[in-house]
């Protein structure tokens, strides 16, 4: 495939966390395309298990690459961000089984109902995003390396950003607030729609949750991707900022495409520590 196919899946990646391309600053595509095609992949495998409401298609969508990445390492792959993977020798290293291992996990959780505490919800959503930081964790670190803050981080990453898409998903089977919560403030699915103090203080109190996963994911073992290692201080920040707010909600929407000084300082913190913890 041309450079601009290729090119289209990083802009879909880069759509979703804006952020990231203050990191591309850092993370040099010439000496690193590797790193950039597999933030892409891990997109292109969260969006077939998150954004595709018909589990038959996203199950079709993810069998497609369950047969992509387990027949890559011998054909080169046939997709763009396959083949720029398994050009690099450290794709050859990795186990068969760790390439396929997201694609597996995602599959599982397909038909997955809104869970029902906030411990339940962060089990359930690490079997796939821990399979992700695995592998990300070995590309980046080397195969053996301790991967257990990676997939947490890459866990509370998303429960945060499925946050953002609580009023649009209220009708779908998997809620971003657990069922506890939801019954503690006494909501509905479709008082999730609108603003309300009760909706208000149920975010309130799940960011209150994932602050502190976050605090303790910081004492888990294991380094983060420079990707990572800004996503999750631009998480931690955003989470701060809007449990202080009235409208938590809001402060998150206008929060995620911030870019700015702040946002250049926490990718140079996390590229710094990924050369640190690489080297």
Do not use: C
């Not at 290729?6 to 010439?30: E, H």
């Not at 050009?87 to 068969?96: C, E, S, T």
């Not at 939801?182 to 699915?189: F, I, K, Q």
């Not at 449990?243 to 990718?267: E, T």
């Amino acid at each position: 495939m041309s450079d601009s196919a290729l090119q289209s899946y990083i802009d879909k990646w880069l759509a979703v966390q804006p952020q990231q391309r203050i990191a591309l600053a850092f993370v040099d595509q010439n000496n690193y395309p590797g790193h950039i095609a597999l933030a892409a992949l891990e997109q292109e495998l969260l969006a077939a298990a998150y954004g595709i409401r018909e589990p038959q298609v996203a199950a079709g969508k993810l069998n497609w690459w369950a047969e992509e990445l387990s027949g890559a390492a011998a054909s080169g792959g046939r997709h763009p961000l396959t083949q720029v993977l398994f050009d690099d020798d450290r794709a050859h290293v990795l186990p068969g089984e760790q390439w396929v291992a997201p694609v597996l996990a995602a599959m599982a959780q397909l038909e997955e109902g809104t869970a029902a505490d906030f411990p339940a919800q962060l089990a359930a959503s690490s079997l796939l995003h821990g399979a992700i930081a695995s592998l990300e964790t070995a590309w980046w670190f080397g195969e053996g390396t301790a991967s257990e803050r990676a997939a947490r981080v890459a866990t509370l990453s998303h429960l945060l950003f499925s946050l953002l898409r609580l009023e649009e998903d209220a009708d779908r089977d998997r809620l971003a607030l657990p069922m506890s919560r939801l019954a503690r403030y006494g909501l509905s699915r479709n008082e999730l729609r609108s603003a309300s103090p009760a909706r208000n203080d149920a975010i309130r109190a799940q960011l209150d949750d994932l602050d502190a996963a976050w605090r303790e994911a910081e004492r888990l073992p294991g380094p983060l991707s420079a990707f990572r290692g800004l996503e999750s201080r631009y998480g931690r920040a955003l989470v701060a900022q809007a449990r202080k707010a009235a409208n938590p909600l809001d402060v998150l929407r206008k929060g995620q495409g911030r870019q700015g000084p702040g946002v250049v300082w926490q990718a140079w913190q996390a590229a710094r520590a990924w050369r640190r913890d690489a080297a």
